[in-house]
C-alpha cells in the first residue's frame, strides 16, 4: 500500500478535542514505563509531537527526577495539553512549547533522552527529525520512537480500523485510517536511521499496529 500523507499539523479544536477524547491510556502507559526502562534516573527528556501531553504527564508521575520539554507544532493540542499537566500539578517539571521538532532551537547534546509517539507519520519527509533527534541528544542519550506501522494493503488496514472497538466514532475511525495510510514501513524506518547516522539504535515491530526504536542510555 502507498504512503498517503495526511495533514502535518492537526490544530482545529474539533481535531484536538476528537483526540485527546480517544483512549490511548494502555499504549501511552506502555510506551512510558519503557521509556522509564531506557532513560537514566535523572534526565532532561524531550518529547517531540507531545499532542496533548498525557506521556510527559505519565513520565513525571513515574519519575519524580525527571523534567521534561515537550513540543508540539499544534496550537490546540498544546492548549489541552497545558490544562492536563496543571491538572497533575507538574508544571515546574513539564514545559510546553511550540516548535517544529524538524527546527529545534535547542543547543546541541541538550537532553538525555528523546521521546516521540506518533508523530513520524505526520511527516511528509520525517529525516530532518531524525538528524535533529540525533543533534540535540546527548552521546550517551536514550531513544524512544514509536509509530504506527503502515499495513501492507487495504484489507488489513480496514481490518485494523475495525479492530477499535464500537466506542470510536466514524471520525475518530476515519482519522485512524488516515494515520495508517501515512505511516512508514519498517524497511522505511531503518533507512531513515541509518541516514541520520543514529548507532545502537534497535527497531523492530512492537505489535500489529505499531513499529518502535529504541536505545538506552549508557554511562559514560
Request: aromatic share 6%; with cysteine.
Amino acid at each position: 500500500m502507498q504512503r498517503r500523507l495526511e495533514p502535518e499539523v492537526m490544530d482545529s479544536l474539533e481535531e484536538a478535542i476528537a483526540y485527546d477524547s480517544m483512549d490511548f491510556t494502555e499504549v501511552n502507559q506502555a510506551f512510558a514505563k519503557q521509556a522509564i526502562k531506557l532513560g537514566p534516573t535523572n534526565a532532561l527528556v524531550l518529547d517531540a509531537g507531545t499532542g496533548t501531553a498525557r506521556i510527559p504527564v505519565l513520565l513525571c508521575q513515574m519519575r519524580k527526577a525527571w523534567q521534561v520539554k515537550a513540543i508540539d507544532l499544534a496550537e490546540n493540542m498544546l492548549r489541552i495539553g497545558s490544562e492536563h499537566v496543571t491538572q497533575a500539578g507538574l508544571q515546574q517539571r513539564i514545559v510546553l512549547e511550540c516548535f517544529d521538532a524538524k527546527q529545534l532551537p535547542y543547543p546541541d547534546a541538550e537532553f538525555d533522552m528523546v521521546v516521540s509517539n506518533s508523530l513520524v507519520h505526520h511527516l511528509p519527509d520525517p529525516l530532518p527529525f531524525f538528524l535533529e533527534l540525533k543533534r540535540v541528544l546527548k552521546p550517551n542519550g536514550a531513544v524512544l520512537i514509536r509509530d504506527l506501522i503502515r499495513p501492507a494493503d487495504e484489507a488489513t488496514m480496514n481490518a485494523l480500523v475495525a479492530s477499535i472497538g464500537a466506542e470510536y466514532d466514524a471520525h475518530q475511525k476515519q482519522l485512524f485510517a488516515d494515520s495508517l495510510h501515512a505511516a512508514l514501513t519498517l524497511d522505511e524506518v531503518n533507512q531513515l536511521v541509518a541516514q541520520a547516522g543514529l548507532e545502537r539504535v534497535r527497531i523492530y515491530q512492537s505489535s500489529e499496529r505499531h513499529w518502535t526504536a529504541e536505545r538506552s542510555w549508557h554511562r559514560v
